[in-house]
């Protein structure tokens, strides 16, 4: 079964205004309609409501989706949350946030909570050095992370406290 996006046609065609709209803007509107999406991925209606707006074949529009590894065409966790593992942050503790984590997720790295909110993976550098350990929610990091600030990041998120 399709989830589809959250947004009405009329929100999208604002994203797609907002960002361009035209075929040479077209990454950067596909990418904030996938942010806004509230699954964090391109549905088969948006696809084609951009290929209309920005007059492109939509079988276009969808290679593009497929080609690039940071647009999705199957829905995602609400919120990925990505660790940082590179060399500074594996030593202020990554492999501790992670384990963090699945205890307080009930899943491992790669998998996405039953309800659909939660899924978190490795990544590498974000540039937070100084704050690590790190976890990064769409272009915000937090740093300094332990399991208490981590609960109250997981339970802000799920409120809606922090808009993602």
Same mark, same amino acid.
């Given at each position: 079964?399709?989830?589809?996006?959250?947004?009405?046609?009329?929100?999208?065609r604002a994203?797609?205004?907002?960002?361009?709209?035209?075929? *040479?803007?077209?990454?950067?509107i596909?990418? %904030? #309609?996938?942010?806004?999406? /509230?699954?964090?991925?391109? @549905?088969?209606?948006? +696809?084609?409501l951009?290929?209309?707006?920005v007059?492109?074949?939509?079988?276009?529009?969808?290679?593009?989706?497929?080609?690039?590894?940071?647009?999705?065409?199957?829905?995602?966790?609400?919120?990925?949350?990505?660790?940082?593992?590179?060399?500074?942050?594996?030593?202020?503790?990554?492999? *501790?946030?992670?384990?963090?984590?699945?205890? %307080? #997720?009930?899943?491992?790295? /790669?998998e996405?909570?039953e @309800?659909?909110?939660? +899924?978190?993976?490795?990544?590498?550098c974000?540039?937070a050095?100084d704050?690590?350990?790190?976890?990064?929610v769409?272009?915000?990091?937090?740093g300094?992370l332990?399991?208490?600030?981590i609960r109250?990041?997981?339970?802000?998120?799920?409120?809606g406290?922090?808009?993602?």
């Amino acid at each position: 079964m399709e989830i589809t996006s959250q947004l009405t046609a009329e929100e999208k065609r604002a994203i797609i205004r907002d960002n361009g709209g035209d075929k *040479e803007h077209l990454l950067a509107i596909l990418y %904030e #309609l996938q942010n806004a999406s /509230g699954y964090n991925y391109i @549905d088969e209606e948006t +696809a084609a409501l951009v290929a209309e707006e920005v007059e492109m074949n939509p079988t276009r529009v969808y290679d593009i989706i497929t080609f690039y590894a940071m647009l999705k065409t199957e829905p995602k966790a609400r919120y990925v949350l990505k660790v940082c593992n590179s060399t500074p942050c594996h030593f202020s503790r990554s492999e *501790e946030i992670a384990q963090i984590l699945k205890e %307080e #997720l009930g899943v491992g790295i /790669g998998e996405t909570t039953e @309800d659909g909110v939660f +899924a978190y993976h490795y990544i590498p550098c974000v540039g937070a050095c100084d704050i690590g350990p790190v976890i990064k929610v769409k272009d915000t990091v937090y740093g300094n992370l332990d399991r208490r600030k981590i609960r109250q990041l997981l339970a802000d998120l799920r409120s809606g406290k922090r808009n993602q």
